[in-house]
C-alpha cells in the first residue's frame, strides 16, 4: 500500500540532545513538508522541499534541520537549539510540489516529549 | 497577510444533528481550500477540497462544504452526525505558486452526544 510513515510514533529526548524523526513515502510525490502541532495553535510549517537536495524554512525553522537525500526520504533533526521541542509532528507530501496546489497527505505523526 | 480563521474552537452536537463548522479566510489570489479530520493521536485526514467549479463541494463521509467568495467562507457542513465523527476538525487555504503551502486554521474539536 502507498503511503507516508514516520517513526518512531512516540519519542523521548533528554534536554540537550538531538533527536530525529524519520519520515518516508512511497507515493512518488515530489515535496515534502514539516509540520509542529501544539495544542490550540493548529499547524506550523518548519520545512519544506520542492525536490532532492533542495529544502527551505518555513515559519518556524529555528532549531530544526532537515535533509533530503532521496525523493522518498525527509528526516527532521530536532537540536539541542531549539527551546521547547514537546510537540507532534507531522510529515506531509504532495505531487507536483511546483506551480500547483496539490492536495497534502499526511503521515500518522511523531509525538516527541523532552524530559 | 494570509490566515484561517476557524471562530469555534470546541462545539458539541446530538448524535442524529446537523453540523455546520465554520472557516473564513483571508487570502490575496484566488484560494485553494481544504477541510482535513484528526482523530487524537493520529495525522491528518483529507475531507474535501476545492480548487475551481462548482462551489458545493462533496467529500467523504458524508460532509460537504460551500465556497462563498463574497464572504471568504468555507464552512463544512454534515445532516446527520454520527458519533464516529467526533474528531478535530482543521480547514486549510493555499494559492499554488512555487511552494505549495498551506496556511492552517486552529481546529475545531467536535463532540458527539449520545
Known amino acids: 500500500d502507498g503511503g507516508i510513515t514516520q517513526s518512531p510514533k512516540y519519542l523521548f529526548r533528554k534536554e540537550g540532545q538531538n533527536v530525529t524523526l524519520s519520515c518516508e513515502q512511497n507515493?512518488?510525490?515530489?515535496?515534502m513538508y514539516w509540520y509542529r502541532q501544539d495544542p490550540g495553535q493548529g499547524l506550523r510549517l518548519i520545512y519544506y522541499?520542492?525536490?532532492?537536495?533542495?529544502?527551505q524554512k518555513g515559519d518556524i525553522a529555528e532549531g530544526y534541520s532537515v535533509s533530503r537525500e532521496k525523493k522518498e526520504s525527509f528526516p527532521l533533526t530536532v537540536t539541542s537549539a531549539q527551546k521547547n521541542p514537546t510537540a507532534f509532528y507531522l510529515c506531509?507530501?504532495?505531487?507536483?510540489?511546483?506551480?500547483?496546489?496539490?492536495?497534502?497527505?499526511f503521515g500518522p505523526g511523531t509525538r516527541l516529549t523532552v524530559l | 497577510a494570509q490566515s484561517v480563521t476557524q471562530p469555534d474552537i470546541h462545539i458539541t452536537v446530538s448524535e442524529g444533528a446537523s453540523l455546520e463548522l465554520r472557516c473564513n479566510y483571508s487570502y490575496g489570489a484566488t484560494p485553494y481550500l481544504f477541510w482535513y479530520v484528526q482523530s487524537p493521536g493520529q495525522g491528518l485526514q483529507l475531507l474535501l477540497k476545492y480548487f475551481s467549479g462548482d462551489t458545493l463541494v462533496q467529500g467523504i463521509k458524508g460532509f460537504e462544504a460551500e465556497f462563498k467568495r463574497s464572504q471568504s467562507s468555507f464552512n463544512l457542513r454534515k445532516p446527520s452526525v454520527h458519533w464516529s465523527d467526533a474528531a478535530e476538525y482543521f480547514c486549510a487555504v493555499g494559492g499554488g505558486g512555487a511552494t505549495n503551502k498551506l496556511i492552517f486554521g486552529t481546529g475545531t474539536l467536535l463532540a458527539v452526544q449520545p
Open positions: 522541499s520542492q525536490i532532492v537536495n533542495d529544502f
Open positions: 506531509a507530501s504532495t505531487f507536483k510540489g511546483v506551480g500547483t496546489t496539490d492536495t497534502q497527505y
Open positions: 507515493l512518488n510525490h515530489d515535496a
